[in-house]
């Protein structure tokens, strides 16, 4: 019974560890490779048991129609979100002319890109729309400074999964 409970207590205490390296990878995204990993993401009592994971970034409105509107989530008010209604975050760690979510980070969470470089058409929202060349050569949309992402452990439109992780990621507020 002992030798069982101080098993258990030993993978408690690695769990444990590993959790804080995760969250410390992406607390640092000031890095130029920006957070390379991201913890699990948390469930949500608004994903469905059958809701297929959106991982890809064609799933959550990345690469197709570019639209921004706005939604009421609880808990944090009005945010942006995309067209196909993912909630729209943003990395403090960034500026208006540079994002230091590169490379792995940008798997986890996707720049909302420019397929041509147009702003989109946002009744409604106020503020201020703009655009920055990324590193690689793509197209990112800002909103009043901040570039704009999404977040792939959001498994559905209205989810706020990656609020104040590592905080550093926000949900966009709209205007």
Request: aromatic fraction near 6%.
């Amino acid at each position: 019974m002992i030798r069982m409970l101080r098993e258990r207590a030993r993978v408690f205490g690695v769990s444990a560890g590993v959790a804080g390296i995760l969250l410390s990878a992406c607390g640092q995204a000031a890095k130029p490779s920006g957070p390379a990993a991201a913890p699990p993401p948390r469930s949500s009592p608004a994903a469905s048991p059958s809701a297929s994971p959106a991982a890809s970034p064609s799933a959550r409105g990345v690469g197709t129609s570019v639209k921004v509107g706005s939604r009421v989530v609880s808990g944090i008010g009005t945010v942006l979100d995309n067209a196909k209604g993912f909630t729209l975050y943003h990395l403090t760690t960034d500026s208006s002319n540079k994002t230091t979510c590169t490379g792995g980070c940008s798997q986890v969470w996707p720049p909302l890109l420019s397929p041509n470089g147009k702003l989109p058409a946002s009744p409604g929202v106020m503020g201020a729309f703009g655009t920055l060349k990324r590193p690689d050569g793509t197209i990112q949309f800002t909103f009043n400074g901040m570039p704009l992402y999404t977040y792939a452990g959001d498994s559905g439109p209205g989810q706020s999964n990656g609020q104040g992780i590592g905080g550093v990621w926000f949900a966009v507020k709209a205007s």
